[in-house]
């Protein structure tokens, strides 16, 4: 198994990426810290766990909250005496993010908090966790709009994005040699609820999939699994990577008819 015997908090496991990583990942053999909000859903998903065979607890913790932060480290420290992976993944995608004139300060400092600064403080509770167990990875999901730019404005959640990549670049360097990696997994645009109901007609959809070599939106499952790769000894020499699972999005002058 590729995770036999690690510790793996995952914040927004509740849902999409989050909670199909924390599947198989426990299937690799990790325990798993299941965070969100959403205490129903979160709860759900460490119930799936145990269904499969491992072990997993549910916390809730807001990512913009530094002591839900630090409560959640230490939540995982006393569940399981220690953290090897830290998976910051929770996200927001606000229906009223918009271009500069149109968004509202309080959707650019919502999703800031939770996309941008969630990261940060998962970080800084994090790591110190990660060196007291002699390494680990941290894996931050950003996205592919961290690197390329749209028509259809959503001008918070891209310079969320943006900071969250150019943060781990920064950790990478800063925490290299205390055998902590960091990489920033940057999924394309994917089947999930976040960007469903961003893209909420038909329309919206066929103008994103345009764009798309593919010619279709990823499964978070598919994010599921280049995560596992970054979280396991597989990516042992990969550290601060813009780690581009996107169906070839950002590859692409011209798609496909
Ligand atoms: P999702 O909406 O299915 O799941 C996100 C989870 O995060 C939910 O369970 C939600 O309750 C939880 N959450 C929201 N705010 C939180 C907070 N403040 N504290 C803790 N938990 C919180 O989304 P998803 O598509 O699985 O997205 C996961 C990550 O992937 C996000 O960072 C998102 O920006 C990123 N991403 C998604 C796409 C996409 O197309 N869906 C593309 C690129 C990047």
Redesign the pocket.
């Known amino acids: 198994m590729r995770l036999q015997d690690k510790v793996a908090l995952i914040?927004?496991?509740?849902?999409?990426?989050?909670?199909e990583s924390a599947l198989l990942f426990a299937q690799e053999g990790a325990s798993i810290v299941v965070?969100?909000?959403?205490d129903e859903?979160?709860e759900e998903t460490v119930a799936m766990i145990r269904e499969q065979g491992g072990q997993a607890i549910y916390v809730h913790?807001?990512?913009?909250k530094a002591a839900?932060c630090e409560g959640m480290v230490q939540a995982a420290e006393d569940a399981f005496g220690k953290l090897n992976v830290l998976f910051n993944?929770?996200?927001?995608?606000h229906s009223q993010d918009g271009d500069a004139v149109s968004t509202s300060e309080e959707v650019w400092d919502l999703t800031m908090n939770?996309?941008a600064k969630?990261v940060f403080l998962g970080c800084k509770y994090g790591i110190p966790a990660l060196r007291r167990a002699g390494g680990g990875s941290v894996i931050n999901?950003?996205?592919?709009?961290a690197v390329m730019g749209a028509a259809t404005p959503q001008v918070a959640?891209t310079a969320s994005?943006g900071a969250v990549l150019s943060m781990t670049r920064e950790l990478a360097v800063v925490h290299a040699r205390e055998n902590i990696r960091v990489n920033a997994l940057?999924?394309?645009?994917?089947h999930?609820?976040?960007?469903m109901k961003f893209l909420n007609t038909e329309a919206k959809r066929q103008r994103r999939l345009v764009h798309i070599p593919m010619g279709r939106?990823?499964l978070?499952k598919e994010?599921a699994q280049a995560a596992l790769f970054l979280a396991s000894d597989e990516s042992s020499f990969m550290t601060g990577a813009t780690f581009l699972v996107d169906g070839g999005i950002t590859a692409a002058y011209v798609t496909p008819e």
């Open positions: 914040t927004g496991a509740g849902s999409g990426i989050g909670r965070v969100d909000i959403n859903a979160g913790a807001d990512v913009s839900d993944n929770a996200g927001i995608m939770i996309n969630g999901t950003a996205s592919f709009v959640y994005k940057c999924p394309g645009p994917l999930t609820e976040l960007l939106f990823g978070a994010m």
